[in-house]
């Protein structure tokens, strides 16, 4: 066609099936290295050449002289040369070119190439075309290749049936479960057979219920070991105009998911177990933190509270219908608790421990409390939470207090107790002295006493001498009244006299002026000596005095002086009470005791009872009548008393009136010294 | 007085109270005795040596010099230590009579006494078989009797 058309040079370009550039496959005339890296791009839209390929349209670039004939024309191996483009049309009426033909000849030629552009597009068209068949089938197979092993890698049986349950594709997996070659095992033949039995008849069953995806559970034996396996049959059916309709079946193995289901199941009670473990651990800890008297407040670590115990609540949370003051007491706790802790958060300390000073808002009590706080961290050391203890300190405070004032107290008592010291030791002191005084004065007293009772006695001597001696005679003869006034005079001295003497007594026994003089006596000689002392007065009084002594009696240890004193002074007021009878003097010794009674007991008046301690006392006689008619001065008895006690003895008496009295001395028959 | 009388013993009465020596001189001499005064124990020693009595009447209780201390001295004299001393006296404390057995008196009597009963007591002294001779052997016999 170059010869008889007088066409030196050409370039054939065509579009590659799926591929958006026109490549050089052929050319005349033209150099092979321009023409090998010529390409253009279809996507360059205002290329003139792409243009071409769009229009499907002849077009004749004339040679280019300039540089704006070669800005208007698209750059190609024949360079500023003129050149004809054809598009290689499939038909007149094809709405795609599948190249182009490029050449140099004169500008009229166009009838014969179009003819040829459209013969020669047909051909390259087929070329193409068969080329792109070889590659789809080349494709083909890699895909096939490719879902087979895609197939193959799932564990999942995976297989393909016709209608009739026939296998007709199966993944490797089900092919060990659906297929067994002749050299196989018997029991895994068998197994395999059965397998077949089992998942015809599933499917079987399954197409008579209806079309769709659905799901069972198909029960297999394992051909490798014999076990049952579980499957969830996932069967689709798949209508395919060419191959007919099919069955996709997916065996998904559930043993081991009912092995999960169970595991979860187990795992999910012991959660719930655990669950209720840790919410009893909750309670508990609830309780013991409810149940510690001081408040207790853990804060998250951006200080916000998550939990309180109830006694934290009484002091941070506002109490049901709060009064505005009552309110403000809350706040005031939250706004000194909240800056505690925020000065805790922000501190590197682990612990801190400080004083706020809270408001109890129950009372309005001022309630300062020692707040000890601890950081809970996580595993990683991030901060978690805050626990702070709040412990009231009002009872250390008062109890500080307390004893502050029981030292005062003890501290004030000490100086009272030495105040006290000082004082008995001064008052003691003044004792002593007094007590030396005292026997001073005693002896004072004593002397005094010795002193008047000798100056006593000096004119008393003089005066009953005198009357003695008037009565005597001794200035001449008395008349009987003379002699009886006389008479007087000298009893009532007498009676003085004895009252000094007494009283002398008594005093002496009062001052212990009166010592004794222990010693060893026979009382039947005593009991003469007295007899006859009173001799005169028994002779006068016409009783009869008997003694009565037994004969063992043996001697005993006291101060004669004085038990003779007590006797006389019995027996002579036994002589003077009694009128008629007589008196009884007798000495016992009491069994087992080692005492000596010695009793005087008379006829006489008696003395009632209501007077029978009296007669002991000073100055007694049963009325002053008496002393006139026996006379006496009223200090016998209590003289006998007072010397029977320094003998360690006593004096007792019985008594009738009109009948008679007994006094009885009793005395220790070893008497002390 | 009436001194002339040898057969009347006689005794020297010492005594500070004038009453009680006038009643006592009274009645002696009524009893029959030949009586000489003395108002204090100096007197009484001097009397004893003039007058050289029988017995000697002491109150114990004296000015210028007690009868304790008259009667030691007349039991220290030679001319006088035979003459038997009854010592007088209104004390009633005790040891008193053992202070003037001490003193060397040979008899106690104790105030208010009668006048007869002093001179049943100087009758006593006087007649004892040997007032006159050995009296201190009597005199330390009396001791061991009444202690």
């Known amino acids: 066609m170059g010869e008889t058309h007088g066409i030196s040079r050409s370039l054939c370009l065509i579009k590659p099936t799926g591929e958006e550039t026109l490549i050089a496959v052929g050319s005349y005339g033209l150099q092979r290295q321009a023409v090998t890296a010529y390409s253009v791009s279809l996507e360059d839209w205002n290329h003139p050449l792409v243009s071409v390929l ?135 033949r068998g197994a395999v057979r059965m397998n077949n039995m089992l998942l015809s008849s599933a499917l079987s069953s399954k197409a008579i219920e209806e079309t769709g995806a659905a799901r069972r559970e198909l029960l297999l034996v394992n051909p490798v070991d014999g076990s049952d396996l579980l499957f969830e049959l996932l069967s689709t059916v798949t209508d395919d105009p060419r191959h007919g309709t099919g069955v996709v079946s997916i065996l998904r193995n559930v043993s081991d998911l009912r092995r999960a289901s169970e595991e979860i199941e187990e795992n999910y009670r012991r959660l719930r177990v655990a669950e209720a473990q840790s919410r009893a651990e909750r309670d508990r800890l609830n309780l013991i933190i409810d149940s510690v008297a001081d408040p207790i407040v853990v804060t998250d670590a951006g200080g916000a509270t998550s939990l309180m115990n109830e006694p934290a609540e009484r002091m941070f949370t506002m109490p049901h219908r709060a009064s505005a003051t009552e309110q403000r007491w809350v706040q005031a706790n939250d706004a000194h608790f909240s800056s505690f802790i925020a000065g805790m958060l922000v501190s590197a300390d682990q612990r801190r421990v400080g004083e706020i000073g809270l408001v109890d808002p129950m009372t309005g009590e001022a309630m300062p409390v020692e707040a000890i706080a601890g950081k809970i961290l996580s595993e990683h050391g991030e901060l978690t939470a805050v626990v702070t203890i709040l412990h009231d300190r009002r009872e250390a405070l008062e109890k500080a207090q307390l004893y502050e004032q029981l030292k005062q107290a003890s501290d004030e008592l000490e100086r009272k107790i030495q105040a006290a010291t000082a004082d008995i030791a001064h008052q003691n002191e003044l004792l002593r002295r007094q007590a030396i005084e005292l026997e001073q004065n005693s002896q004072l007293k004593s002397q005094f006493l010795a002193n008047m009772s000798h100056e006593f006695r000096t004119p008393l001597n003089a005066m009953l001498g005198y009357t003695s001696m008037m009565l005597q005679g001794v200035a001449g003869p008395l008349d009987s009244a003379a002699k009886r006034q006389l008479g007087r005079i000298e009893s009532n001295g007498r009676h003085l006299l004895a009252i000094i003497n007494e009283i002398l007594d008594i005093s002496r026994i009062e001052a212990g002026r009166m010592p004794l003089q222990i010693s060893t006596f026979k009382i039947p000689d005593l009991l003469g000596d ?141 008497g002390r010294k | 007085m009436t001194r002339v009388k040898l057969d009347r013993p006689r005794v020297l009465l010492v005594d500070d109270y004038p009453d009680a020596r006038e009643m006592y001189s009274e009645y002696l001499e009524f009893s029959g005795f030949d009586v000489v005064e003395a108002a204090n124990g100096m007197e009484a020693l001097q009397r004893a040596v003039e007058e050289a009595p029988d017995i000697i ?36 404390l005790a040891g008193i009579s053992e202070g003037a057995k001490r003193a060397g008196c040979d008899a106690f009597v104790t105030k208010p006494c009668l006048p007869e009963d002093l001179v049943k007591e100087i009758r006593k002294v006087l007649e004892h078989p040997s007032a006159a001779a050995s009296r201190k052997t009597r005199r330390s016999d009396k001791h061991a009797k009444t202690s």
Request: charged letters at 25%; one cysteine or more.
């Open chain 1, 530 to 670: 007295v007899k006859s002392e009173l001799e005169p007065i028994i002779m006068r009084s016409k009783l009869t005095v008997t003694l009565d002594l037994p004969k063992d009696l043996k001697p005993i240890s006291s101060d004669r002086q004085k038990v003779k004193q007590i006797l006389l002074n019995l027996l002579s007021n036994a002589l003077k009470f009694t009128h008629q009878g007589g008196v009884t003097i007798s000495a016992r010794r009491a069994t087992g005791e080692r005492t000596l009674s010695l009793s005087v007991a008379d006829t006489g008046i008696g003395i009632a009872q209501v007077d029978q301690e009296k007669i002991f006392e000073d100055f007694r006689q049963l009325d002053t009548s008496t002393t006139r008619a026996y006379g006496g001065t009223g200090l016998g008895l209590s003289i006998c008393r007072r010397l029977a006690e320094m003998l360690g003895g006593q004096i007792a008496v019985q008594s009738t009136v009109g009948k008679g009295s007994m006094f009885t001395l009793t005395l220790p028959l070893q």
């Open chain 2, 57 to 92: 009447l002491m109150d114990l209780s004296l000015p210028v010099m007690d009868g304790w201390e008259a009667t030691r001295r007349l039991k220290a004299d030679e001319r006088t230590s035979r003459i038997p001393v009854v010592a007088l006296t209104g004390h009633a």
């Open chain 1, 54 to 188: 769009n229009d499907r349209r002849h077009v004749y670039f004339p040679a280019a002289h300039s540089a704006a004939d070669r800005r208007r024309r698209p750059s190609t191996p024949f360079e500023d040369d003129a050149f004809h483009v054809a598009p290689l049309n499939l038909s007149g009426f094809s709405d795609e070119a599948v190249g182009l033909l490029l050449f140099a000849a004169p500008p009229q030629v166009v009838g014969e190439v179009s003819w040829f552009t459209l013969v020669f597009g047909q051909k390259v068209d087929q070329i193409l075309r068969l080329h792109a068949l070889r590659d789809g089938d080349r494709r083909q197979g890699r895909e096939r290749s490719l879902l087979y092993s895609i197939i193959n890698a799932v564990t999942d049986p995976i297989l393909l049936t016709d209608t009739e349950g026939r296998l007709l594709i199966a993944n490797a997996r089900a092919l060990t479960l659906f297929t067994a070659s002749e050299e196989e095992s018997e029991g895994r």
